[in-house]
Every structure is written in structure tokens, then in C-alpha cells.
């Protein structure tokens, strides 16, 4: 069989897999993307972590992490840590981010991955565990 005149089945999947376009590896590593969020998360005191897997049911991202933070410095912190600390495993830095700690509610977008890191009440009123009730929950650490 030949594919855009490659001949070989395995060389056309190293093909596909070099252009970022095997989905399962893409999703196997937007998984240890995420795992390595919430660790970074964990170990920098960040409460009431959850994962959540939003495949396949939307396109906004693969998975939603959320945590939250008892100040807005330690928000501020827990976005510090998470940018060195994926810029060191994956080299990677955030598409965007929004929100500001003064407001008690941060954004870090990875494309793949997005992370929302809340005050409490702030994470109480946005419920977002409530409006994605359907994900799949991975990891939840309080």
C-alpha cells in the first residue's frame, strides 16, 4: 500500500507521528502534561486539585485543571511555579493567560491543557466542576 508515496506502513506512522498528528501519543502526552501540572501544583501547596477530562466531547482543551489558592499571592505564586516548572520538563510557556490575583481567579492556557487556579469563594461561584459535571474526574487531591 502506498501512502503520499511512502510505501512502508511504519515509516507513513513516524511520518504521522513526527507531524504531531497520532491523536493516542498527542493525547498520552497531554496527559503527562497535565499529570505534571498538578504535581507542580501539589507540591507548591495548591488545595482542592482536580483534573478533569474533557476528551472527547469538546475542543477547548483536553483537560481542565483546578486548584485553589488561599491568597492572591499564593495565585500568583502557583502561576510562577507552573510556568518554570513546564518550561524546565516540556519547554513550553502558556498561549495566554487571564485573570489577575487581585480578582481571585488566574488562567493559564497550554492549549491542550488549561489550568484555572481560584480563590475559594471565587472557585465556589464559578463552579466549574458543576458546569463540566460530565468530565471524567482523574485526579482530585484535597
Excluded at 53 to 72: E, H, K, N, Q, Y
Aim: aromatic residues 10%; contains cysteine; glycine residues 6%.
Amino acid at each position: 500500500m502506498v501512502f503520499n508515496g511512502v510505501t512502508d506502513t511504519m515509516a507513513y506512522a513516524k511520518i504521522l507521528e513526527n507531524q504531531g498528528l497520532n491523536h493516542r501519543r498527542r493525547s498520552l502526552d497531554s496527559l503527562e502534561f497535565a499529570r505534571h501540572i498538578v504535581d507542580v501544583l501539589d507540591e507548591h501547596k495548591a488545595e482542592n486539585i482536580v483534573l478533569l477530562d474533557l476528551r472527547p466531547d469538546t475542543v477547548i482543551a483536553d483537560f481542565f485543571i483546578l486548584c485553589t489558592g488561599t491568597s492572591d499571592r499564593q495565585l500568583k505564586a502557583l502561576v510562577d511555579h507552573i510556568k518554570v516548572g513546564v518550561k524546565e520538563a516540556f519547554e513550553r510557556r502558556p498561549f495566554s493567560e487571564e485573570g489577575t490575583a487581585d480578582s481571585g481567579w488566574m488562567l493559564m492556557d497550554y492549549g491542550d491543557v488549561v489550568v484555572h487556579m481560584f480563590l475559594e469563594d471565587v472557585r465556589s461561584y464559578y463552579d466549574l466542576e458543576g458546569l463540566w459535571n460530565e468530565a471524567n474526574v482523574l485526579v482530585s487531591i484535597q
